[in-house]
């Protein structure tokens, strides 16, 4: 069994994903790297072919074919670790608005803890965000607490992006039937962890808004959270949560 892999999915992040590499390659824990690219135009996958040399056996590189959407890059992801062994299984974006360092506390969380999910948490100790501006902060927050409301979940930070997953969650959820593909699949992945009973913890974390290229957040990523929650709650009443 393979120890850890940590998913990044990319699109136009020629400008980040060489210091993200470096940086995780760099870290005391032998994390193992897939960048998941779709078709950046920027060259993006071409930096991390070059970068493969010098980390063999460590950075992995999967191309798509154009923009399809966060979820499913790591429902790719995810299915691509399963395959492979892999014990521990990271999400985390490429523009160090989440800090590689702390894979390491995401890390012992599951691994020493025990924990068969651990969040990279923004909220969990107040609001621990740098350099988004206050309507940004605002949003994301009540779409935490809208998101508790109606799922019932005990998580403060319902949106995060920073995961670590032991392996059997990922083998429990029907990775198939994930129904979303942008901002609300963060969501419905922590609501079928907590649905089907697996342990979670929430690990404090800063969370600092990208410095370098452009954001993919949009309004219609936002509504997709707001309705989806509605219908994922409605449709969990129709689904059983046996583990086996």
């Not at 790719?76 to 390491?104: Q, V, W």
């Not at 924990?115 to 940004?136: E, F, H, L, T």
């Not at 994922?232 to 129709?238: A, L, Q, R, T």
Request: contains cysteine.
């Amino acid at each position: 069994m393979k120890d850890s892999l940590v998913i990044i999915p990319t699109y136009n992040e020629r400008e980040n994903v060489e210091a993200m590499v470096r940086k995780v390659m760099s870290l005391s824990h032998p994390f193992h790297l897939l960048i998941i690219d779709d078709s950046s135009p920027d060259g993006t996958a071409d930096i991390v072919r070059d970068l493969q040399q010098e980390y063999p056996g460590r950075l992995f590189l999967e191309i798509r074919k154009g923009k399809l959407g966060l979820g499913t890059a790591y429902i790719h992801g995810f299915k691509y670790a399963l395959r492979h062994k892999y014990e521990y299984i990271f999400e985390m974006d490429c523009d160090f608005s989440h800090n590689p360092d702390d894979l390491i506390r995401l890390y012992e969380a599951c691994a020493i803890d025990g924990y068969d999910v651990a969040i990279g948490s923004r909220y969990i100790q107040g609001v621990n965000v740098v350099n988004w501006p206050m309507n940004r902060v605002l949003m994301s927050w009540f779409a935490s607490w809208y998101v508790r409301l109606v799922t019932g979940m005990p998580i403060a930070d319902t949106t995060a992006g920073f995961k670590c997953y032991r392996r059997k969650v990922l083998q429990t959820i029907q990775l198939n039937k994930i129904r979303f593909v942008g901002y609300a699949f963060q969501i419905e992945m922590k609501f079928l962890a907590y649905k089907y009973g697996f342990k979670i913890k929430e690990v404090p974390i800063i969370f600092t808004d990208r410095t370098k290229g452009t954001s993919k957040m949009s309004s219609g990523i936002f509504k997709e959270a707001v309705l989806g929650v509605l219908k994922m709650k409605v449709n969990s009443f129709f689904r059983h949560f046996d583990r086996y």
